[in-house]
């Protein structure tokens, strides 16, 4: 019954930085992990970052590790993703997504069971 809504998407030239927030309704999410996958054009879906429930625990694709940064905010049911020193690699449209479980031992495309409709990110060489 969860709803999953990005923001913040844009065009940024490389090196630039965008935060991406995810907005969740319907029912409170404090207890699901959360995290962002991308899909870059004809390319598949990959991982990118994932935050546990209590915003404590945290794992990042190593394509990103350094530069991006997962965070959320229970009280908004909103999970955040800040994008540093982008590069045109990171071109993709960027979906949130839940997991019931809160943990982030395990955090891949099956494990997922609410989605985002995407957000695009473009970086320019």
């Known amino acids: 019954q969860v709803q999953l809504v990005e923001s913040g998407g844009g065009l940024v030239q490389a090196g630039g930085s965008l935060r991406l927030s995810c907005a969740a309704s319907?029912?409170?999410?404090?207890?699901?992990?959360m995290g962002w996958f991308r899909q870059a054009p004809g390319k598949e879906r990959e991982f990118v970052a994932a935050?546990?429930?209590?915003?404590?625990?945290?794992r990042y694709a190593d394509s990103v590790k350094g530069r991006f940064t997962i965070s959320r905010d229970n009280a908004k049911n909103t999970v955040y993703v800040r994008m540093n020193s982008l590069k045109p690699e990171d071109t993709a449209v960027y979906y949130c997504?839940?997991?019931?479980?809160?943990?982030?031992?395990?955090?891949?495309?099956?494990?997922?069971?609410?989605w985002g409709k995407g957000t695009l990110v473009t970086v320019s060489s």
């Open positions: 997504a839940g997991r019931r479980v809160g943990v982030v031992s395990s955090f891949t495309l099956a494990d997922m069971d609410y």
């Open positions: 319907g029912r409170t999410f404090s207890n699901y992990a």
């Open positions: 935050i546990s429930w209590s915003g404590v625990n945290t």
